[in-house]
Nanobody, 120 residues
Framework: QVQLVESGGGLVQAGGSLRLSCAAS????????MGWYRQAPGKQRELVVV???????NYADSVKGRFTISRDNAKNTVYLQMNSLKPEDTAVYYC??????????????WGKGTLVTVSS
């Protein structure tokens, strides 16, 4: 069983910063791509950014230059540093990872989400 656990959400004023973390745990052979998605009230879930095992990244245009993703492969953990936050960044942020588990099957896993609220 593999679990993704997010932390670091909260309430922040516009222009502020937050750092999200997501740790994968369980019977893990290998973690492939990791990423963050978000879902604002009344909207569909959207990709924020994804990072490959070798560090290549792909950001949504709306967060380029403000958000930075990083990962610690030894800890199976991904981070999202969010700077210059805007009220439109308010959403539940979900961690996502492609994981090869102990049975050697690859699956996509999701965290339960962490709420980020940016006040104006």
């Amino acid at each position: 069983q593999v679990q993704l656990v997010e932390s670091g959400g909260g309430l922040v004023q516009a222009g502020g910063s937050l750092r999200l973390s997501c740790a994968a745990s369980g019977s893990i052979v290998r973690v492939n791509n990791m990423g963050w998605y978000r879902q604002a009230p009344g909207k569909q879930r959207e990709l924020v950014v994804v990072i490959t095992p070798d560090g290549s990244t792909n950001y949504a245009d709306s967060v380029k230059g403000r958000f930075t993703i990083s990962r610690d492969n030894a800890k199976n953990t991904v981070y999202l540093q969010m700077n210059s936050l805007k009220p439109e960044d308010t959403a539940v942020y979900y961690c996502n990872a492609g994981v090869v588990a102990g049975d050697y099957y690859a699956m996509t896993y999701w965290g339960k989400g962490t709420l980020v609220t940016v006040s104006s």
